[in-house]
């Protein structure tokens, strides 16, 4: 395996399965009867004198009723300027059920609502003093929090706009609802298809060259049994084979890079993953088209003829035609990745990617995938979960969506735009929820062909079907947590490994899959001297 595929995804193994947050719960914050309200995002769409225009998406407060959750029943109300601007005190101007916007600071928010509702105001919108939204919440000695109007917080560049809009005589008036996410989002489904049909191919495709490497051994070693049994593991392999003290080092090496990840995150950091990820995604990519036109019979021969280039040493005819493919389908992709139909060429590399990964990276038995799977289900909880303790936020979600980067997220993510989430965003899966269960399942594929057992009785469709259950458990989960950012590796591992562990024990063939990997292959010429006699 090429140097800069194996480096580029063995370090960008850091995603997990995640939607975007819809319903925020704080438990740091104070919580009591009248002010326990779940942090909703709300739709602020505003038209100018009567004319539509943009629409702003503010915060809802701790505090205060419900929103509508539905646009067709949320009224069209007026909005009005506080005077004064901090709303602190009694407005100077006559209410008459307008939206008042105010801005934050000099009292807490519940005085402001307070006063807002005397004076009477239908809602409040408070500006923020920053780009970002902020969680509105009571004051732990606050005893006036039954609160009759809604309230909720503009970033700053929104609320300006509408300010000077007031300011310039114009009329504006907004709509306040908080749509709620569906239960089920179509891309979540595409995204399970993606994942579940990458593996497949992959596994397929690994298991096939590893048995056209049996074939071709036996039948070197088809006449000379005395170098059948000194070479039956020995020589050279093509694959790369991960050992145990490799799979306990992914930890470390893989949370430190996070760590940087984090500490590092900035536009000119992500633009360094880009090129990383544009390089990797050529390799990939080339690798998986002269896999699949050499199959045809016109571009066998182009596979199989051979030029020596410098630095690079020999390569096909059929490479080098596809090359500059590759390398411009990347380049377009890098230049235009931030145009709404960029993710579909994120997913052809990162596909690509993925599976050329799984095709030549290989865990030689069970004894490394479950120390590798085990490391990875642990390190995932940590860095979803745990790192909010040390770091005061989950280092593996501020990431992951490329937070304080200017950037949609990394690009070591397959995603998929969520169709008919009136929030948008979109429905994503990092490359180590597919690569790290993957390569237990092309190994369970491998041992089956190379065992010549029928996919019922073999461990295959059992891992595999226990990957696709794991990865929809984590979508359930997803959803059942309003959208929280969920390790996928904490559902996936339990079911992938477990499932091969139980079948393994059940079978009797743990101690072989545990320490050998394979099924021990006698030299086909012994069996032949051991053939039954017909009497």
Partial sequence: MDFTVFFTVFMLLLGMSFAGDIVHRDDNSPKR?????????????????GVESGEYVGVGARFGPTLESKEKRANHIRVAIADPPDCCSKPKNKLTGEVILVHRGQCSFTTKANIAEGAGASAILIINNRAELFKMVCEKNETDVDIGIPVVMLPQDAGETIENYIQNKSTVSVQLYSPRRPSVDVAEVFLWLMAVGTIICASYWSAWTAREEVIEREKLLKDDSDECLNTENAGSSPYLEISTTAAVSFVVIASCFLVMLYKLMAFWFVEVLVVLFCIGGVEGLQTCLVALLSCFGWSQR????????????????????????????????????????????????????????LQIVHIPNLKVGTVLLSCAFLYDIFWVFLSRYIFHESVMIVVARGDRSGEDGIPMLLKIPRLFDPWGGYSVIGFGDIIL????????????????RKLRSGYF????SAYGLGLLVTYLALNLMDGHGQPALLYIVPFTLGTFLSFGKKRGELKILWTRGQPKMPCPHMQEDHQPIDQ
Avoid: E
Avoid at 39 to 44: A, D, G, I, P, W
Avoid at 320 to 337: E, N, Q
């Fill in 302 to 357: 182009a596979a199989q003829t051979y030029v020596k280039i410098p630095f690079f040493g020999a390569v096909s005819y059929l490479t080098l035609a596809v090359t500059p493919f590759c390398i411009v389908f990347a380049v377009v992709w890098g230049v235009k990745r931030r145009v709404s139909y960029a993710w579909i060429g994120q997913d052809i590399l990162g596909i690509a990617l993925i599976i050329t990964v």
């Fill in 461 to 464: 469709l059992w891992a595999m």
């Fill in 33 to 49: 009867p009248g002010c326990d309200n779940n942090f909703v995002l709300v739709k602020v769409p505003t038209w100018i004198d």
């Fill in 437 to 452: 269960p993957g390569l237990l399942v092309a190994f369970s594929l491998r041992y089956d062909w190379l065992a010549k």
